[in-house]
């Protein structure tokens, strides 16, 4: 076999090494990550205003409901007396309803919460 011959040969089989390693990590990366209906929640850590450390395992196995917000988004102010009627109503069946901003201005935050009174206000803060 000559010289230049075998140089292609390893050529062509790097190409095609490249070429599967690259379908596979875009085969990967398309993958359902999502979370599925009646499975758990995916793992996640939110700090409470009180401090402490809000975890899936906080809730024993509840239904849990996350809603993010916050107090420039005219819409998420909207949905908040629905989602504490929401919270009243399921809280004897298991369901709990947290409440997540994500504003960066925490005086804001507080200063809006001292004027909206809502079921349960012990939620994590900014």
């Not at 140089?7 to 490249?18: A, E, F, K, M």
């Not at 379908?23 to 979370?35: E, F, K, P, Q």
Request: proline share 7%; aromatic share 10%; glycine share 8%.
């Amino acid at each position: 076999m000559s010289r230049p011959l075998k140089i292609n040969s390893v050529l062509r089989i790097l190409l095609l090494l490249l070429i599967s390693t690259f379908v596979g990590v875009i085969a990967y990366s398309l993958r359902d990550t999502s979370a599925k209906e009646g499975g758990p929640a995916p793992d996640f850590t939110i700090k409470a205003d009180s401090g402490d450390s809000v975890t899936p395992v906080s809730f024993g196995g509840k239904v849990l409901v996350l809603n993010f917000w916050a107090t420039w988004c005219p819409p998420c102010i909207q949905e908040i007396p629905s989602l504490d009627r929401f919270q009243k109503e399921f809280a004897g069946s298991g369901v709990k309803v947290i409440a997540v901003s994500i504003d960066k201005n925490a005086q804001k935050y507080r200063n809006f919460l001292d004027h909206v009174r809502v079921f349960v206000r012990d939620g994590p803060r900014p």
